[in-house]
């Protein structure tokens, strides 16, 4: 099992800037696929980004794109989401994941596809 915590999340202004971290630990994967999330109130779960164990592919959301962007540390087992020119729709409590298939993920957006969740952080755009 994979343990997911994931920090700097936070209050901003439309058009700020936040950067997202999850950090990865526990199952020996030597590299990991990783993907964000995210649940507003009152909607279902949606996907937004992810990246393969490897870095050379990296999948975004049509409601984010040219605005997110996901990167890894793997030294550190980290992802980050880079959101900038943030809108209050953008409002949500964002969750990091790791793919059932880790080596395998090849961009699945279904969060069935994930097995391991973090506790979530809370982004608040106000307008």
């Known amino acids: 099992q994979v343990q997911l915590v994931e920090s700097g999340g936070g209050l901003v202004q439309a058009g700020g800037s936040l950067r997202l971290s999850c950090a990865a630990s526990?199952?020996?994967?030597?590299?990991?696929?990783m993907g964000w999330f995210r649940q507003a109130p009152g909607k279902e779960r949606e996907f937004v980004a992810s990246?393969?164990?490897?870095?050379?592919?990296?999948y975004i959301a049509d409601s984010v794109k040219g605005r997110f962007t996901i990167s890894k540390d793997n030294a550190k087992n980290t992802v980050y989401l880079q959101m900038n020119s943030l809108k209050p729709e953008d409002t949500a409590v964002y969750y990091c994941?790791?793919?059932?298939?880790?080596?395998?993920?090849?961009?699945?957006?279904?969060?069935?596809?994930?097995?391991?969740w973090g506790q979530g952080t809370q982004v608040t755009v106000s307008s």
């Open positions: 994941a790791v793919p059932t298939s880790n080596y395998g993920y090849t961009g699945s957006r279904e969060e069935t596809d994930f097995g391991s």
């Open positions: 990246i393969s164990w490897n870095d050379r592919s990296t």
């Open positions: 526990g199952r020996t994967f030597s590299r990991y696929a």
